[in-house]
């Protein structure tokens, strides 16, 4: 009974790498998120992603990041050309419905650039 | 965007004393949820509420969505150790897809 898999916990990156972080959402969810928190502060949403489609990535930066939920395999969210600013922890969430009132996290992959 | 604006920012409790938490809005929200977060970890839903004016418990833990839409609060009763950690509202409106969470209340319960 696995719920929301994050691989890496923890990353570290030189600034100019590529960050992937991946998500494995809870086995039959087709409906996953992404959020990022800072620092003492409250998750904050960057996309919604159904299996192979982008539905909504109106919080996510346009330059830099994408993000990918493919028919198999996890859901990755890329960074490319990591800054500093790019430091913090990074939240995947997975619903069975497009409700995510219903959705399960994950325990977070926390980049650190440095 | 939308904001929610939880407080208090912090509280330190004694163990035993019973303590609550709110979050207020501009904006209307037809879902109101409440997460714990412990350190290291994501957040864990404690109890969702989907009605305008719903009360509704989870062993001592009770919330309640404003009349207004507007608010929401958390109340924890008989405070223990283990309820230490940050407690985030989030609200879900409209058409909107994603979750906007407060920015959370550090718990401290001591002994």
């Known amino acids: 009974n696995a719920g929301v898999m994050q691989n890496p916990r923890h990353l570290v990156r030189r600034r100019g790498q590529e960050a992937r972080l991946r998500c494995s959402p809870v086995?039959?969810?087709?409906?996953v998120y992404w959020y990022r928190q800072l620092p003492e502060e409250g998750l904050k949403f960057m996309v919604y992603l159904q299996k192979e489609n982008i539905i909504d990535e109106s919080g996510m930066p346009k330059e830099r990041f994408s993000a990918e939920f493919p028919k198999e395999g996890p859901s990755i969210l890329r960074i490319q050309q990591v800054v500093r600013g790019d430091s913090a922890a990074y939240f995947c969430?997975?619903?069975?419905?497009?409700?995510?009132?219903?959705?399960?996290f994950g325990q977070g992959t926390r980049l650190t650039v440095v | 965007g939308q904001q929610l604006n939880q407080s208090p920012q912090s509280m330190f409790i004694q163990e035993g004393e019973d303590v609550s938490m709110n979050c207020t809005s501009s904006?209307?929200?037809?879902?109101w949820l409440w997460y714990k977060q412990d350190p290291g970890e994501g957040p864990v839903l404690l109890i969702a509420?989907?009605?305008?004016?719903e009360l509704t418990s989870n062993g001592r833990l009770t919330a309640q969505f404003g009349i207004t839409r507007k608010d929401s609060f958390l109340n924890i009763s008989a405070s223990i150790p283990s309820d230490v950690g940050i407690y985030f509202c989030?609200?879900?409106?409209?058409?909107?897809?994603?979750?906007?969470f407060g920015s959370g209340t550090q718990l401290t319960v001591l002994p």
């Open positions: 509420l989907y009605k305008a004016g």
């Open positions: 969430a997975s619903s069975p419905t497009r409700d995510s009132g219903e959705a399960f």
């Open positions: 904006s209307i929200f037809n879902t």
């Open positions: 989030a609200g879900l409106s409209g058409s909107a897809r994603q979750l906007t």
């Open positions: 086995k039959g969810h087709s409906h």
